[in-house]
């Protein structure tokens, strides 16, 4: 259970990330929470690291007009402990809360966790629920990218070699906003067999429905999501839910419709 | 080797270290501070539990380099902490320890929970404390030690948690229907591509090994001369992670019914990962013999490191992206391209298992 061999490297700023990034078989390490244990298992052989807890830009929190925007090295335990503004009515304390454990927590990063883009992970799903968008550095210049469709399966992400995800923009939530979130583990802590993700927002006439921890990205369920009432109780039945979400097996679909179901009922309870 | 400082226990310490040594193993074997021990080594027992810079963290997936400029406080700088005291009379009243492997990882993450949630319920222990794994005692002692302590008025000298400074689903034609159940053990996939041409030549491309093995991104033959074995080696990325799989494939085919079956084993050698698999693709013509659609029937089974990472719903995502590659390569072949096919441009892993099995399966019949 040790690594193999690797070479490191700690930058001090984005550019030097951002050119150590470029090598040839080189790892952002952003808290290393994921990578660790594939490291140790020797499922992962980076030739280099890059060790961007130095990178003070990654650590930034900003309240730009409507959104929150966190940077990449946000750790979840800071979320959890109310460091970082409430501006999604406890949506993302409670998310970061429920993150694996807090030793985890402690360490792991928000961007680390979008950008290694486990399907089981609660930031795909959270943040593909409230819109976020993201920021993305390489060596030209930096761009945006709307967390819906940023990751594009299992693992995979539209980030590309050498660009490395720098900032996390959240629209913040009205008063008036309903949120939901519901994950099903074996076990408290454990990688999520099914996610149930709400928000909806009456100010911007915004509604969002994601089922996450599906196997690859996290669905958003649009026609879902257009029945749902901002002021009153919807009467969605249980095969509404199912005839809108994607295809899966029958365990699978009843986990993931019970995720989403519940969710609902948080949303609205609230 | 890289130089690192860190202060552990109170004290300065200087060393300088290979980039992938632990904390875990740079506390025990550099500083003999064998009081954190090592349970699973990635991270889901938390044994190797120690406090960075206040907050506790596992030792076992962090680096030391990583920690360069911490604070490290290791179950022996906890001696004379009066709250830690506290614990340890509890865990000894409650019998909350029988071996003692578990016990420095849960007496600092209980500390730790006490600091943070003073008075919390014993629900509230129970999940915060899920992190932590003891495999001998049990957990009703460890909670009723916790509880007794957490009701309690936290001592003076101990400092509360310090606050850190903050200012698509699968794009192809795949819905996986129900499969027949598998061997004990087995995951079983379906997966559907429909191709634009009679099932014929889609039958002719798939008894050609040479031409269809090409199709499967990252699959590669070894040694085939034709006939009914093959040797082939199957390279596959999945995020961070890369394998590569050698083995050998039998085939079967069945050109009436058009059914064939490969069979398959096969290892990676830097995982020690053993995969071991059947696959079988059934062509039924379409559009009046204009098309055809392939069914495959993926059944396989691993053994090893790779096997813990093994989760269904992501192979199952990962073979859907791997099925629409091969199904354009397949038709890029068909229509008579030369091109060389694409590669699957996606991130690195073990479900180069299940591309290894799709690879040969592809072979022959």
Known sequence: MKPAPFDYTRPADLPG???????????????????????????????????????????????????????????????????????????????????AYRAVRTRGTMGGSLAHADPAADWVTALTALDATLTIARGGGTSTALMAGFMTGAFATALGDGAMLTAISIPSLSDRARWGYYKICRKPGEFADAIGAVVLDPARDYRRVVMGAVGGAPVVLESLAAKLPFDSTPTLTRAEIEAAAPAMDSVDRQLHVVAVERALAQAYAR | MIPVELTINGKAVKKTVEPR????????????????????????????????DGQIARSCI?????????????????????????????????????????????????????????????????????????????????????????????????????????????????????????????????????LPHAPDKVWALFQDLARVAPCMPGAELVDYAGGDRARGRVTAKFGPISASFEGEASFRADPAQRIGTILGTGRDRRSATRAEGEVRYTLTPLADGKATRVVILLQFGLAGPLAQFGRTSLVQDFVSRLTVQFARNAEAALAGST???????????????????????????
């Open chain 1, 17 to 99: 990330a951002l050119k150590a990034l470029g090598g040839d078989g080189a790892r952002a390490l952003a808290g290393g929470q994921s990578l660790g244990p594939m490291l140790n298992l020797r499922l992962a052989r980076p030739g280099l690291l890059v060790d961007l807890r130095r990178v003070d830009e990654l650590r930034r929190i900003e309240q730009r007009g409507d959104a929150l925007v966190l940077g990449a090295m946000t750790t979840h335990a800071s979320i959890e402990d109310g460091q970082v503004p409430d501006t999604t009515r406890g949506m993302l304390r409670r998310v970061a809360a429920d993150i």
């Open chain 2, 21 to 52: 040594l632990s904390l875990a193993d740079f506390l025990r074997d550099h500083l003999r501070l064998t009081g954190t021990h090592t349970g699973c080594e990635h991270g889901v027992c938390g044994a190797c539990t120690v406090e960075v």
């Open chain 2, 62 to 194: 962090n680096l030391a380099v990583a920690c360069d400029g911490a604070q490290v406080r290791s179950i022996e700088g906890f001696d004379d902490d009066p709250l830690m005291e506290k614990l340890r009379q509890a865990f000894t009243a409650e019998h909350a320890l029988q071996c003692g492997y578990c016990t420095p990882g849960m007496l600092i993450a209980a500390r730790d929970l006490i600091r943070r949630k003073p008075g919390a319920d014993l629900a509230t222990i129970r999940h915060a404390m899920s992190g932590n794994l003891c495999r001998c005692t049990g957990y009703v002692g460890i909670l009723r030690a916790i509880q007794r302590v957490i009701g309690e008025p936290l001592p003076a000298e101990v400092a509360p948690a310090p606050k850190a400074v903050v200012a698509v689903t699968p794009s192809a034609a795949v819905p996986p229907a129900a499969a027949p159940a598998g061997r004990a053990g087995w995951t079983t996939l379906e997966q559907r591509i429909d």
């Open chain 2, 339 to 365: 091109a060389a096919p694409k590669q699957l441009d996606t991130g690195s892993m073990l479900w180069a298992v299940v591309k290894a099995w799709l690879a040969r399966l592809f072979g022959r019949g």
